[in-house]
């Protein structure tokens, strides 16, 4: 299995501009997440997806967007562009249905507005 | 805000036990402590948790204080690949959601 993945592993984009970040897990997971990690700080959580077709907000969903139309794909869609938007993204997932609720993280990409 | 309390650095000198404290003094009857790694900004690896009794697994042990108030991840050997921000969660298991995230604690194992 090749697990989380993601693309890109960087970008830099101009203020006011958009893009999709992509994510998609082979471990059949029902869970998807997404998280923001700021220089020196801990993750902070975007979005989540219980499954295909739900979604909800999670700490700073303000300036993002998702959707879940597959049971592995979970894009980030940023629309306006803006210089706080700097961050390293992760994308995660995770089964629920007994045993551990163990999330496994995406390499991340790296995002820089100018 | 997290709900947990760990300390900002540590360092272990190499082939010796890692011991990473966190204090939960709040934590909740029904809600497991998580610990996860991040190496070097590479996404988070998940470690070991427990709920009150201690556990082993081929990572790490963790050891949870009777009153579940605070817990110690043990690195029995550390080599220089342990090297990494270590994190301490506190949350109800499989109910999915959020990890909260505090600052975590830098581990430098040193040679």
């Known amino acids: 299995n090749a697990g989380v993945t993601q693309t890109p592993k960087f970008r830099i984009l101009k203020i006011g501009q958009s893009m999709t970040l992509q994510c998609t897990q082979d471990?059949?997971?029902?869970?998807m997440y997404w998280y923001r990690q700021d220089p020196g700080m801990g993750l902070k959580l975007i979005y989540y997806?219980?499954?295909?077709?739900?979604?909800d907000k999670g700490e700073v969903p303000n300036g993002y967007n998702v959707s879940r139309s597959t049971t592995e794909d979970f894009p980030l869609r940023l629309e306006l562009a803006a210089p706080s938007q700097t961050s390293v993204y992760f994308c995660?997932?995770?089964?629920?249905?007994?045993?551990?609720?163990?999330?496994?993280f995406g390499p991340g990409t790296r995002l820089t507005v100018l | 805000d997290a709900k947990t309390t760990q300390p900002p650095s540590m360092d272990c000198a190499e082939g010796r036990a890692a011991n990473l404290p966190c204090n939960h003094s709040?934590?909740?009857?029904?809600?497991?402590v998580y610990w996860y790694r991040q190496i070097h900004s590479q996404g988070p690896q998940y470690i070991i948790h427990?709920?009150?009794n201690n556990e082993t697994n081929e990572m790490a042990s963790l050891i949870i204080t009777e009153d579940r108030k605070s817990s110690t991840l043990i690195l029995p050997h550390a080599t220089l690949r342990d090297t990494a921000v270590y994190y301490c969660?506190?949350?109800?298991?499989?109910?999915?959601?959020?990890?909260?995230f505090g600052q975590g604690t830098e581990l430098s194992v040193k040679p």
């Open positions: 997806s219980v499954g295909a077709g739900i979604t």
């Open positions: 471990m059949n997971h029902n869970y």
């Open positions: 969660i506190v949350r109800v298991d499989n109910q999915g959601g959020k990890l909260i």
């Open positions: 709040t934590i909740s009857g029904n809600e497991y």
């Open positions: 427990g709920l009150k």
């Open positions: 995660a997932s995770s089964y629920l249905g007994g045993g551990p609720d163990t999330q496994y």
